[in-house]
């Protein structure tokens, strides 16, 4: 079985034991992918994003035997031990799911895949189930701590380039958080 995965930000530049079977492709689904998550650490993170515009997905495949696999290994790699179904995205080639699901699933029958994963987190920011505003997200970030600031701007700047979303180039513009 050909199982995809489909990265966006630190999964990418930080696999760690994520079983990788080769390098990150380039050309992955279109999308829509936005920083408007905001995590425990303080960082505000990439995740799928309804209101975003679409970017270029990154993707690579998986050297496990099936879906059940891949999903363990990335729960594990993202740290979800929890609700699964909800934070676990996949395609599985019989599912039409929803409008982000399908467009995954006719770029994978593309590419080849039998199945494909990802992050499915949603929209956070202040224990709102919802993506902040751009004012709200660069005052935000412009107040943070110095060490909660230095972390959510390595995130911002290790993303991958292509993930060019209209709240990066707002923080680029105001913090000057240009990628490395």
């Not at 930080?14 to 303080?42: K, N, T």
């Not at 699901?101 to 029958?109: E, K, L, P, V």
Request: net charge positive.
């Amino acid at each position: 079985m050909r199982i995809g995965c489909l990265g966006w930000g630190s999964l990418v530049w930080d696999p760690r034991d994520l079983p990788l079977r080769g390098v990150w492709f380039l050309d992955g689904p279109l999308i829509p992918i936005e920083f408007s998550h905001q995590s425990q650490d303080g960082r505000i993170t990439l995740v799928i994003d309804p209101r975003a515009k679409h970017v270029r997905a990154l993707w690579v495949i998986l050297s496990v035997d099936d879906l059940d696999a891949a999903i363990s290994s990335l729960a594990r790699r993202e740290g979800i031990s929890n609700n699964l179904e909800a934070r676990i995205g996949r395609w599985t080639g019989f599912d039409d799911g929803d409008v982000v699901t399908r467009a995954i699933g006719t770029w994978a029958q593309q590419a080849g895949l039998d199945a494909v994963v990802w992050t499915a987190l949603s929209p956070s920011f202040d224990g709102n189930s919802k993506r902040p505003s751009k004012t709200k997200l660069l005052k935000y970030l412009s107040d943070l701590p110095p060490e909660k600031r230095s972390r959510a701007e390595t995130y911002i700047r290790k993303a991958p380039r292509q993930i060019d979303t209209d709240y990066r180039r707002a923080i680029e513009l105001r913090l000057g958080w240009t990628p490395y």
